[in-house]
């Protein structure tokens, strides 16, 4: 009997010490639970910023290599001025245009001419200047032409609707004769010139437009028609 009580107080004490020590150990547990979690947090954190950088490197050397990037100019000549400015190539190398107008036969906005030939390698965002056709001035345009001497009917011509002349250039001493007919109809001559001895000018030719031919008498002479277009 004495046995029993000694073993069950034996291990009522075992009991307590035990359950002392997992109250004991608990904090311990808990604080480190709350470390780890801390670092894990921490690593997260670094894990982000590492990953954020690595986009921002990656942005960097894509920044750097539009920046630097080269290609190589195509011919624009004949092309308009708007295709030119909108091209592909252009956009891709953000080239700068520019352009300047020359008067020309080419239709209006047609590039006759550019600053930077066909071949050559040119950075990104640099310039080309690209001439491009613009409307010429109206000006007086001979439409027919004769030198000669003496009495002579020249070949037809057609004078068109608008301003026209002629211009004349006599020698000699004799009498000048300009005489502007029209084929078969003798009612339709206009005289333009009729002196005396050397001399030139120009004279007018109004309300013509037709098929025409010039009577001419004098030592010697040169005539052309012109139109102011």
């Known amino acids: 009997m004495t046995a029993f009580w000694t ?6 004490f075992v009991g307590i010490g035990i359950g002392a020590a997992g109250a004991d150990n608990s904090a311990e547990v808990d604080a480190a639970n709350d ?5 894990e947090t921490k690593l997260e954190a670094e894990s982000a910023r590492a990953g954020d950088a690595e986009g921002e490197r990656d942005e960097a050397l894509a920044d750097l290599k539009r920046a630097t990037a080269k290609g190589e100019v195509p011919s624009f000549v004949g092309d308009s001025i708007d295709e030119a400015e ?3 190539i252009v956009e891709q190398f953000g080239w700068k245009i520019a352009s300047t107008n020359e008067p020309s036969d080419e239709t209006v906005g047609t590039v006759l001419k550019q600053s930077i030939p066909e071949g050559d390698i040119l950075r990104r965002g640099q310039s080309i200047t690209l001439t491009v056709a613009a409307k010429r001035p109206k000006q007086w345009t001979t439409i027919f032409e004769q030198s000669g001497a003496g009495q002579l009917n020249t070949d037809e011509f057609r004078i068109p ?3 026209v002349r002629a211009v004349y250039s006599f020698g000699g001493s004799s009498n000048s004769i300009l005489t502007l007919k ?4 003798d009612l339709g001559d206009e005289l333009l010139v009729n002196e005396i001895g050397a001399h030139e000018g120009t004279s007018r030719i109004y309300d013509a437009e037709g098929t025409h031919y010039l009577e001419l008498m004098g030592d010697s002479w040169t005539v ?3 139109v102011f277009k």
Request: neutral net charge.
């Open 7 to 12: 073993t069950l107080a034996v291990s009522l």
């Open 35 to 39: 470390k780890l979690a801390s670092t």
């Open 86 to 88: 909108t091209s592909e």
């Open 161 to 163: 609707a608008g301003k």
């Open 182 to 185: 029209t084929p078969g109809d």
């Open 224 to 226: 052309s028609v012109q």
